[in-house]
């Protein structure tokens, strides 16, 4: 799963809730190398950054009014509480967080992200159109909520089975308490299905025949898509959605895409059918839906839906009040931007002229039908034009970095309504590489890059041929202090990836990273530099690993794609006997499989051999608890839960050649 950035990640998150905030002490302790005078303190904007965000100001019509009019528009109520809390009594999201996000920008967060931010934080509940409501700013994400004939149908239970609890509540306090009716998940990524157990159980729903629609492929992409990639995934998340440091002015401010992440409970019911096609009708609770199949652009499973008697379009993420990501920061998948572009057109075309309101599971509402037009005409577009312009270039020869610097900003037709087109979340210069990737592959063309040394080999040799550590970190400095930041980013980071222990290169790269985030429009973009820089000047946060999964989303993995995880552990140093297998009998599941240890594969298949060194047998269910550590195999075996036949010293062996990664691995350092 993914997310919209997030996905499984934000399980794993969850372990990380409420720490660190940016410290200030560091750049003072530095040791500044001779010559080089120590960075300027942590959390001041220098004139080059706040001659670059005023020079923004001046060029935006920031305080146009019609999105701040539309995100406050129909407010009804409010979670009148200072937190929502987990069942120990935990914040998972506190309310006032946001609470700083009042007046101008100031001159250490880019006016236009700080725009998007505070109208990001605008929080309750409130009503989108007669019969359809939505809860915001409690979440990452938005809860819509339409009335069935006798009860809610939900759209996107949230993140968090807390967050989620605490805005049904709001809403049958609100509005009166009815039953969940229906429920909708309108793509794979965790933000839109985690918190689907605070608005219904398994067993209610299996007793009342709820109907859980979801797009075809939800259930196998909500839980494979990060499974492989989990580690890496999850601690990238820690950057891109700044958890590990504190909100504020000089610190993380919303991820663009919505306030930030809750610190709650991700939960999965499985929905009770897929949906394909475009134009496909279902009656929910009296309630006719159709809709519009759009895997493979936001998500890998995605719909979009239309509202015949209500004349609105839910465009879930397809569409909504930021310029997306097409390959995020965190990692996932490269999206096909033309694929988004041609989903976009498709319900322009089908539905523009007849939808009066179009809402979506980020951000507010855009009502009137025009402004609706405008709306998928501008998000249409902007896809549109990262892929075309950044074909245009590489086919005329730009490798993946000019290409990037090639695109610029767009032209609207008005200015003043097209900052559903700004890089809040992805930018013009990721999207741009994303699409030169997605045709072109990762590297740039160039034969110098076609085998490259690794930083760490580079980094000494370049620090050596530009005259030693001292002279480097001066070069820097100088071009610190000219303001050109991504150049100075370079330089330090030679020194810090040539000797990570160089105090003074480590401050002065934070501060780069730091400016750098101050200046960024993207909410992603800035956190990735602020939480870069808090690592270099406070160290990896010490939180223990973080338990990758839970015994839910493991439950939905198909055990041949399990098994494919597990490969992808597979240490071939670790592997120092004689190639053998290992059949796993799985009775709950009426499966088995046999795992192929070699030299310097592990391969998975369906079935059992006959050559197998060993067989175990157990319920999947038991194996999920022994792969997330909730228990051993040992014993399971005393119990008598598990059994073994033939050699049950080769299960060692087998367990003994997986690598167990650390979660909170260096990124800022090698
Ligand atoms: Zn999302």
């Not at 709820?210 to 898509?225: K, Q, R």
């Not at 034009?385 to 610097?405: I, K, P, S």
């Amino acid at each position: 799963m993914r997310a919209c950035a997030i996905s499984l990640t934000a399980i794993f998150l969850s372990a990380c809730a409420g720490q660190a905030p940016v410290s200030d002490s560091a750049a003072s302790a530095a040791t500044p190398a001779a010559m080089v005078p120590p960075p300027p303190a942590a959390g001041v904007a220098t004139d080059a950054t706040r001659a670059a965000n005023a020079a923004l100001a001046a060029r935006l019509p920031l305080d146009e009014q019609s999105d701040v009019e539309d995100a406050g528009r129909g407010r009804i109520g409010f979670i009148d509480a200072p937190a929502i809390l987990n069942a120990d009594g935990g914040v998972v999201w506190s309310i006032p967080q946001f609470d700083f996000l009042k007046g101008e920008a100031p001159d250490t967060v880019n006016p236009s992200l700080w725009r998007q931010s505070r109208l990001a934080a605008e929080h309750g509940l409130f009503e989108v159109a007669p019969g359809i409501w939505q809860v915001r700013g409690y979440d990452l994400s938005v809860m819509s909520v339409i009335e069935g004939k006798t009860g809610w149908i939900i759209v996107d239970p949230l993140t968090s089975v807390e967050t989620a609890s605490a805005s049904l509540k709001l809403v049958n306090d609100t509005l009166g308490e009815r039953p969940v009716t229906g429920l909708l998940y309108t793509h794979s990524h965790a933000d839109h299905f985690g918190g689907a157990r605070g608005v219904i159980t398994e067993e209610d729903a299996a007793a009342r025949k709820v109907p859980i629609l979801a797009p075809v492929g939800f259930l196998e992409h909500a839980v494979s898509e990060n499974l492989i990639a989990g580690n890496q995934m999850s601690r990238r998340s820690t950057f891109m959605f700044g958890n590990t440091i504190a909100r504020g002015p000089a610190a993380h401010v919303g991820s663009g895409l919505g306030p930030g992440l809750p610190q709650g409970t991700i939960s999965l019911i499985a929905p009770t059918e897929e949906i394909s096609g475009r134009g496909t009708q279902r009656v929910v609770d009296g309630v006719t839906i159709e809709f519009i199949d759009a895997a493979g652009t936001e998500a890998p499973a995605e719909f979009m839906f239309y509202l015949p008697e209500r004349r609105a379009l839910c465009t879930a993420e397809v569409v909504t009040a930021t310029f997306h990501n097409l390959l995020t920061p965190r990692g996932a998948k490269v999206r096909d931007a033309l694929g988004w572009t041609r989903a976009i057109d498709h319900v322009l075309e089908t539905y523009g002229d007849r939808s009066d309101v179009v809402f979506a599971s980020h951000h507010w509402p855009t009502w009137g039908q025009e402004n609706v037009e405008s709306l998928l005409t501008q998000q249409r577009d902007i896809y549109r034009y990262v892929h075309d312009q950044t074909l245009r270039n590489a086919n005329a020869g730009a490798t993946m970095f000019e290409a990037a610097e090639a695109v610029e900003e767009p032209a609207f037709e008005s200015e003043a309504d097209a900052f559903n087109t700004r890089g809040y979340y992805g930018t013009l210069n990721h999207n741009a590489k994303a699409v030169y990737q997605y045709y072109f592959g990762w590297w740039g063309g160039v034969p110098a890059g076609y085998n490259a040394l690794p930083h760490a080999v580079t980094a000494v040799r370049y620090v050596d041929a530009m005259g030693g550590a001292d002279a480097t970190l001066a070069l820097g400095a100088e071009a610190f202090e000219a303001g050109d930041f991504r150049w100075a980013a370079e330089v330090f980071n030679h020194v810090v990836f040539a000797d990570p222990d160089n105090e003074a290169a480590r401050n002065w790269l934070a501060a780069t990273y730091e400016q750098l985030g101050f200046q960024a429009e993207s909410g992603a973009w800035r956190s990735y530099y602020l939480v870069g820089a808090s690592e270099l000047r406070n160290g990896i946060p010490s939180l223990g690993n973080p338990q990758l999964g839970n015994p839910e989303f493991l439950r939905a993995v198909s055990s041949i794609d399990l098994m494919d995880s597990l490969a992808a552990r597979f240490n071939p140093a670790k592997m120092t006997g004689e190639p053998f297998a290992v059949n796993l009998v799985f009775p709950d599941r009426d499966e088995t499989v046999t795992l192929h240890v070699g030299k310097s594969v592990l391969v998975p298949r369906r079935g059992s051999s006959a050559e197998a060194a060993v067989t175990l047998t157990l319920h999947r269910s038991v194996f999920d608890l022994v792969l997330l550590g909730r228990t051993t195999l040992p014993e399971q075996l005393q119990s008598g839960a598990a059994s073994v036949s033939g050699n049950p010293a080769m299960l060692a062996a087998l367990f003994g050649t997986l690598d167990r990664p650390d979660f909170w691995f260096p990124v800022v350092t090698p």
